[in-house]
């Protein structure tokens, strides 16, 4: 087999990074950054690429078994621009939001993916391959539970691009997300003093959330959050309107279910005591923890990608636990491995950056993690 090229597949990840870069693509509206993604594999010669109900792009690499193993990574980030975001290259860095989280990811793969044609390589094991919708925030993961909805009991094995090159993701955050909205009379801030005020019943529901003991089980961790406040009309006006988001996440079901109770309860209390007040709680994001995923399954395959990650970067590697697409196959017990292949910082931030070099470092770990599954 000819030997891998790590200079020229790396040089096209990065162009095919500012490429998609220049692609807003939040989640949900990732229909562009899937449209390039499509028409760059067809030029290449994945004929059977395609863009299914959840705005995943799919395409696959057959070879001798029925069922496949999936390569993917996410086209969504976290930011809600329409708007190119700023991209700035120096050689060394390049700064853009959402460049890390998952743009590179998604790159690599499209550039290994050219090596594979230009070898005419036939794998032994099956591929799929997905450029997947929805990993972030509120999309909730709706591109990888298609995924598994389409590919049902054929994807025994799932790799997924995403995170710096020191770590993995092998245990699965769960994690329930409301939106509290609340409606109430409302009024003039003197004129009607008195008055319910929509504001001050979300400060209650937030005071008796932060008043929660979170349940405390040997190797898990269990938190809960008030991401968002909104609402009301003017300093002088008895707010009529307010919502806020809220979360609680653990990577044990049973602890998942613990606090399921609690903000139940909470949810209830706040209704009892303000009767006037008009609350509607709505379940907006669902993520499921960790199954039974075998223990020995697990630990082997985790093992492999540790060594290789070690191998290709010369340094530690640690394994975490993570809400990412890996939540869908570990919550039916099903392996799945998060692979870190760059190196950053800022994630979730404006000022997010990836340096360049530690690029050529996640196409060899691909390539060798790719050649090792699918011999």
């Known amino acids: 087999m000819k030997k891998f090229d790590t200079q020229k597949y790396y040089d096209l990840a990065m162009h095919l990074t500012q490429e998609l870069c220049k692609i807003p693509a939040p989640s949900g509206l990732e229909d562009a950054r899937a449209e390039y993604i499509k028409n760059y594999l067809h030029k290449i010669g994945y004929a059977n690429a395609y863009i299914d109900s959840a705005k995943n792009v799919i395409w696959d690499l057959k070879g001798n078994t029925d069922d496949y193993v999936l390569f993917m990574a996410h086209t969504d980030t976290v930011f809600p621009d329409l708007q190119p975001l700023p991209y700035i290259d120096d050689g060394e860095i390049i700064r853009c939001p959402g460049v890390c989280d998952d743009t590179v990811c ?27 919708a929805c990993e972030e925030g509120l999309g909730d993961l709706k591109g990888v539970k298609q995924i598994y909805k389409d590919f049902a009991n054929k994807i025994p094995l799932m790799f997924t691009l995403d995170g710096g090159y020191n770590h993995i993701v092998n ?12 409606k109430t009379q409302g009024g003039h801030s003197y004129g009607a003093f008195g008055r319910l005020n929509a504001i001050q019943v979300l400060a209650s529901i937030v005071e008796n959330i932060y008043q929660i ?18 609402g009301g009309t003017s300093v002088n006006t008895i707010a009529q309107c307010a919502e806020m988001l809220c979360e609680y996440r653990s990577d044990d079901n049973d602890c998942l279910n613990i606090m399921q109770e609690k903000f139940s309860q909470i949810f209830e209390k706040a209704k009892e005591q303000f009767a006037n007040a008009e609350i509607e709680i709505t379940l907006v994001g669902n993520r499921p923890a960790m199954g039974k995923v075998d223990k020995e399954k697990l630990d082997k395959i985790s093992k492999l990608v540790m060594d290789i990650q070690s191998k290709n970067t010369g340094g530690e590697v640690k394994a975490s636990s993570g809400s990412t697409d890996c939540n869908i196959p570990h919550s039916l017990g099903l392996p799945a491995i998060c692979v870190g292949v760059y190196k950053g910082a800022g994630v979730h931030t404006r000022e997010e950056y990836l340096e360049k070099d530690s690029v050529k470092i996640g196409v060899n770990i691909l390539n060798d993690l790719f050649m090792e599954i699918s011999k």
């Open 106 to 132: 998604v790159a690599i793969i499209l550039a290994y993916c050219q090596y594979l044609k230009d070898i005419n390589y036939k794998p032994n094991q099956s591929i799929l391959f997905s450029a997947n």
């Open 213 to 230: 003991e979170v349940p405390k089980k040997e190797g898990s961790k269990t938190t809960y959050n008030v991401g968002t406040i909104s």
């Open 171 to 182: 245990k699965s955050v769960g994690s329930h997300r409301y939106k509290i909205s609340v």
